[in-house]
């Protein structure tokens, strides 16, 4: 009982939405920093790098946008995406923070087609969630393997960090909202995560071993074309 009530009154209160959309811009705002940094210690921004920060200003400017009209929710825009490369982006984008950590990267994506119908904005922030939650797992670094499978009538993401896991009776909590163990967590991420996932019509799964390392599953349903107009 002692439980629910916290919770609830957690819930409750303005200061919910207000993480969550701390929460939210956070990310991008850690992004546009790493590259800051890089140019300040580097001299070497490129025109690519250019593009990403914009397109994350962008990012941080719209979810400003959604909290002032929180009260009227607006449809979202769904739009065919190739989710390897929404994936591939935000990998590009986190990839100075990484280095910074001693975390690489491994992708591997396919070779096939992998078309979904999705918010991409709302996907890049399940994308840097995770891949965030997998570089903090790892404080002495490590590799992140990342692997993109067209299945059957759906996409499966992996991401697969070689952290410090998760023990069983913790699993059931993630995904509840605050739920963190982290100095400066807000514990939102998941649950945000979960939730994007959801509203695509996709499946959200952690599995983990305590000091071995957690995959993050992800399934997402491939975009079907029209059929073209038979012989006539
Ligand atoms: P936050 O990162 O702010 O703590 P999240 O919702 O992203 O919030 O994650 C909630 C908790 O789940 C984390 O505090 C951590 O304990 C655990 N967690 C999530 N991802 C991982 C991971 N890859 N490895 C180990 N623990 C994780
Ligand atoms: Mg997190």
Same mark, same amino acid.
């Given at each position: 009982m002692d439980e629910l009530l916290r919770r609830s009154e957690k819930l409750t209160t303005v200061g919910q939405l207000a993480a969550g959309v701390a929460h939210e811009i956070r990310n991008p705002l850690?992004?546009?920093?790493? %590259?800051?940094q890089l140019q300040q210690e580097t001299r070497k921004l490129n025109e690519r790098h250019v593009d990403l920060m914009l397109s994350e200003l962008d990012r941080i400017n719209l979810i400003v946008g959604e909290f002032l009209i929180l009260a009227k929710p607006q449809a979202?825009? %769904?739009?065919?995406k190739d989710v390897r490369f929404t994936l591939g982006d935000v990998i590009s984008l986190l990839d100075s923070q990484a280095h910074l950590?001693?975390?690489i990267f491994v992708t591997d994506f396919g070779q096939d087609d992998c078309r *979904?119908?999705?918010?991409?904005?709302?996907?890049?922030?399940? %994308? *840097?969630?995770?891949?965030?939650?997998? *570089?903090?797992a790892m404080p002495q670094g490590g590799e992140i393997a990342v692997n993109v499978r067209h299945e059957d009538t759906f996409v499966r993401i992996s991401i697969t960090d070689q952290g410090i896991g998760i023990p069983e009776e913790k699993i059931a909590k993630l995904g509840d909202p605050f739920y963190t163990d982290k100095d400066a967590g807000t514990g939102l991420g998941i649950m945000v995560s979960q939730r994007i996932i959801q509203s695509h019509q996709g499946h959200f799964e952690i599995k983990s071993k305590v000091n071995v390392g957690t995959t993050v599953l992800i399934s997402l349903p491939l975009y079907k074309d029209e059929p073209k107009n038979p012989i006539s």
């Amino acid at each position: 009982m002692d439980e629910l009530l916290r919770r609830s009154e957690k819930l409750t209160t303005v200061g919910q939405l207000a993480a969550g959309v701390a929460h939210e811009i956070r990310n991008p705002l850690t992004t546009l920093r790493g %590259f800051l940094q890089l140019q300040q210690e580097t001299r070497k921004l490129n025109e690519r790098h250019v593009d990403l920060m914009l397109s994350e200003l962008d990012r941080i400017n719209l979810i400003v946008g959604e909290f002032l009209i929180l009260a009227k929710p607006q449809a979202t825009r %769904f739009e065919v995406k190739d989710v390897r490369f929404t994936l591939g982006d935000v990998i590009s984008l986190l990839d100075s923070q990484a280095h910074l950590c001693n975390v690489i990267f491994v992708t591997d994506f396919g070779q096939d087609d992998c078309r *979904i119908s999705c918010e991409e904005n709302q996907l890049k922030q399940v %994308f *840097i969630n995770v891949l965030k939650n997998a *570089i903090e797992a790892m404080p002495q670094g490590g590799e992140i393997a990342v692997n993109v499978r067209h299945e059957d009538t759906f996409v499966r993401i992996s991401i697969t960090d070689q952290g410090i896991g998760i023990p069983e009776e913790k699993i059931a909590k993630l995904g509840d909202p605050f739920y963190t163990d982290k100095d400066a967590g807000t514990g939102l991420g998941i649950m945000v995560s979960q939730r994007i996932i959801q509203s695509h019509q996709g499946h959200f799964e952690i599995k983990s071993k305590v000091n071995v390392g957690t995959t993050v599953l992800i399934s997402l349903p491939l975009y079907k074309d029209e059929p073209k107009n038979p012989i006539s």
